[in-house]
């Protein structure tokens, strides 16, 4: 009878405990946790706006306005900022993808065609009258250079960076990007590319309203008294702003206080002594009570 119990509880012992429910909900609810997550992820990537853009690194139509640098480097030489363009070559349609003449593509897609995967380098250089490929291209200023081209009696190459890194391909498809630096050259291998000029205004470009004091429409600004005040508003009838004097139609403005120095002058008649009449003198006396005239009888 002893050996059996001593059996029945090594048997026991050797069971695997049982499993808490408790513990099995919890691995489930874990699992979830980690597949609501990894959907975000995939979902935070994705654009689900419309005009054709399908990720949030692409422009997107009528919301994003985005700006690169551009520079064409011949033989060392950079030319001159790209004229100014709003439409697109040869059409009266609006470029969402342009130039102001400031050495910057101003990304900023008004339509599916020019917006998302279309926002190329390609497109920018169509919409201006101009074309880039891998191994020439026809800019600004009736430049047009292929590779072969001297610089110097040297053989020179077509090439193109981003952001100071050479890149091999044709640029034409490359896909535009914020802030971006873009410089296409015709140049000897070897010879570096450089930065175009208009590098460092990428990061201030003027229709941002950076470096100056435009108020946008709709903004507030707060002067230096703490008055907040709306461009379009008036300051309403009978009100002030602080450090200002306001006049109402009607009344007489207030007098200015000035400092003035009181004269006194008191005309004493002169004292004649005999038949002839008396003379008047004029003197000055200095704020002091003024007697009676005396006489002498003739």
């Given at each position: ?6 059996a ?7 069971m ?10 919890w691995?489930?609810?874990t ?44 033989c ?37 065609d020019?917006?998302g ?40 190459e ?38 175009p ?11 941002m ?12 600004t ?77």
């Open positions: 009878m002893g050996k059996a119990s001593r029945k509880r090594r048997a026991e012992a050797r695997p405990p049982p499993r808490n429910r408790s513990q099995q909900w691995y489930v609810a699992a979830l946790v980690v597949m609501i997550g990894v959907f975000l992820i995939v979902l935070t990537k994705t654009d689900s706006g419309g005009g054709g853009n399908a990720a949030v690194d692409r422009p997107r139509a009528d919301f994003d306005h985005w700006h690169a640098a551009i520079g064409v480097n011949v060392g030489e950079w030319l001159p900022n790209a004229p100014e363009f709003d439409l697109r070559a040869g059409t009266d349609v609006p470029a969402g993808i342009n130039t102001k003449g400031d050495g910057l593509i101003h990304i900023q897609p008004a339509a599916a020019e917006s995967e279309n926002a190329t380098l390609g497109l920018f250089m169509e919409f201006g009258g101009w074309e880039v490929t891998a191994d020439s291209f026809s800019v600004w200023g009736d430049v047009a250079k292929t590779a072969g081209d001297e610089c110097d009696g040297e053989e020179a077509v090439r193109w960076s981003v952001d100071g890194d050479e890149q091999s391909g044709d640029p034409s498809v490359h896909r535009l990007g914020d802030l971006e630096v873009i410089a296409i050259a015709l140049l000897p291998g070897g010879e570096e590319i450089g930065e000029p208009s590098a460092g205004a990428v990061f201030t470009p003027a229709d309203g950076q470096g100056s004091d435009t108020t946008l429409a709709g903004e507030t707060t002067t230096a008294g703490g008055d907040v005040t709306t461009p379009g508003e008036s300051t309403p009838p009978g009100q002030t702003t602080p450090g200002a004097s306001t006049t109402i139609p009607g009344e007489t403005p207030p007098p200015t206080s000035t400092e003035t120095t009181a004269s006194t002058e008191t005309t004493v008649p002169e004292v004649t002594s005999g038949p002839t009449s008396a003379s008047t003198a004029t003197t000055s006396v200095p704020t002091e009570p003024t007697a009676p005239a005396a006489t002498v009888a003739p």
